[in-house]
């Protein structure tokens, strides 16, 4: 089956680290771009950051650079994305979903909700 | 940054309408636009893309138009199911995607 499954969401403290994962299958994982989109709570779609097939070319959003790494194992086909000095305004539903390098996510998981709460 | 606005916020149809949303682009964009729609609870699907070309599986009814900086998404009869949020994406900036604000289509 085509798709895409997030974990590793939860409730976590201002100022605290939290790692999601985004797991594919039934597709060529290693030839796609991958995006993380979020919504917080009633609002709309926020882009978080992308990485390129290769692993290498990485992308951030500004509210997040410098606070959130997002990395690919294509041998294990996952996704991660390492959230480090989480602030309240990180709450939100997060999304992976791929691309095929043409600027349209395709097929989106289902998302996990990280609540950063004190 | 390229900013995405959408009208309305709000759209109220009844079931066999038709529905017409906008969205327009802060600066010029060619045809580097897709539409999703996302049901509660559920992740956004894929619509349409390059502005007019619908996605695998995309009823006929769903069609897409425009480039530059303005577009539109018409849903020619609605149906039950086409009740939704429906957001607008340009793409002109990949990989850094922007969003629309989105407009929710409801029952009138």
């Known amino acids: 089956q085509v798709q895409l499954v997030e974990s590793g969401g939860g409730v976590v403290q201002p100022g605290k680290s939290l790692r999601l994962s985004c797991a594919a299958s039934g597709f060529t994982f290693s030839t796609y771009a991958i995006h993380w989109v979020r919504q917080a709570p009633g609002k709309g779609l926020e882009w978080v950051a992308a990485v390129w097939s290769d692993g290498v070319n990485k992308y951030y959003a500004d509210s997040v650079k410098g606070r959130f790494t997002i990395s690919r194992d294509s041998s294990k086909n996952t996704l991660s994305l390492q959230m480090t000095s989480l602030r309240v305004e990180d709450t939100a539903v997060y999304f992976c979903?791929?691309?095929?390098?043409?600027?349209?996510?395709?097929?989106w998981g289902q998302g996990t909700l990280v609540i950063v709460s004190s | 940054e390229i900013v995405m606005t959408q009208s309305p916020a709000t759209l109220s149809v009844s079931p066999g309408e038709r529905a017409t949303l906008s969205c327009r682009a802060s600066q010029v964009i060619s045809s580097d636009l897709a539409w999703y729609q996302q049901k509660p609870g559920q992740a956004p699907r894929l619509l349409m893309y390059s502005a007019s070309t619908r996605a695998t599986g995309v009823p006929a009814r769903f069609s897409g138009s425009g480039s530059g900086t303005e577009f539109t998404l018409i849903i020619s009869s609605l149906q039950s199911e086409d009740f939704a949020v429906y957001y607008c994406?340009?793409?002109?900036?990949?990989?850094?995607?922007?969003f629309g604000g989105g407009t929710k289509v409801e029952i009138k």
């Open positions: 979903a791929r691309d095929e390098t043409n600027g349209w996510p395709d097929l």
């Open positions: 994406q340009q793409y002109t900036n990949w990989p850094l995607l922007t």
